[in-house]
């Protein structure tokens, strides 16, 4: 199964809100609130930093939100800040044949 | 805290083996479902294995069905990720991950890196 499709980048100023896309199919995102997102910085290991399409670990700013329609997740970070600038990733759970696919990663700066 | 810190990476020839281990510490690791992802230099990340708590369920992705074997040793906080028939196009650095929910991983390793190159 291919893995979820997002932006390769997205920009914004400081203090907008960017919003990022990952598109899967009926089968992974359409079908399961079981959609992730992780924040990567350069050299690190990445960070969960939404579960459950809209779920927010402690700790986690409440800038990074999730939301879900159709086939399509989405993460928006409002009020952007410099130390937003990263790779973020989106993962679906697909089904007990395939059961985990990442999307290829979007790539956020902050102009 | 939650630790889990990878080795056993390095340079293999293709169609070598290669065991890479993963300690855990800071959480009752018998509890919690764990996994591996693994991200090609450059690129994005992609989900290799996942092994339940107990032993009793494992998952490969597709990629490497066949090829690679997860366990795990409860009594010694460890996980194991055993890679045989590689391939150069299974280099990359390898991570462990912590699963608290379906797709949810809360905490991962720095990670191995895995060269496979002749």
């Known amino acids: 199964q291919s893995a979820l499709t997002q932006p390769a980048s997205v920009s914004g100023s400081p203090g907008q809100s960017i919003t990022i896309s990952c598109t899967g199919t009926?089968?992974?995102?359409?079908?399961?609130?079981?959609v992730s997102w992780y924040q990567q910085h350069p050299g690190k290991a990445p960070k969960l930093i939404i579960y459950?399409?809209?779920e927010r670990p402690s700790g986690v700013s409440n800038r990074f939100s999730g939301s879900k329609s159709g086939n399509t997740a989405s993460l928006t970070i409002s009020g952007l800040q410099a130390e937003d600038e990263a790779d973020y990733y989106c993962?679906?759970?697909?089904?007990?044949?395939?059961?985990?696919?990442f999307g290829g990663g979007t790539k956020v700066t902050v102009l | 805290e939650v630790q889990l810190v990878e080795s056993g990476g390095g340079l293999v020839q293709p169609g070598g083996s290669l065991r890479l281990s993963c300690a855990a510490s800071g959480f009752n690791f018998s509890r919690y479902e764990m996994n591996w992802v693994r991200q090609a230099p450059g690129k994005g990340l992609e989900w290799v294995s996942y092994?339940?708590?107990?032993?009793?369920?494992?998952y490969y992705a597709d990629s490497v069905k066949g090829r690679f074997s997860i366990s795990r040793d409860n009594a010694k906080n460890s996980l194991f990720l055993h890679m045989s028939s590689l391939r150069v196009d299974d280099t990359a650095v390898y991570h462990c991950?912590?699963?608290?929910?379906?797709?949810?991983?809360?905490?991962w390793g720095q990670g191995t890196l895995v060269t496979v190159s002749s």
């Open positions: 993962c679906s759970y697909a089904g007990s044949n395939t059961n985990v696919l």
């Open positions: 009926s089968s992974d995102v359409g079908t399961y609130n079981l």
């Open positions: 459950g399409v809209i």
């Open positions: 092994i339940s708590g107990s032993n009793g369920t494992i």
């Open positions: 991950a912590r699963e608290v929910g379906v797709a949810a991983f809360d905490s």
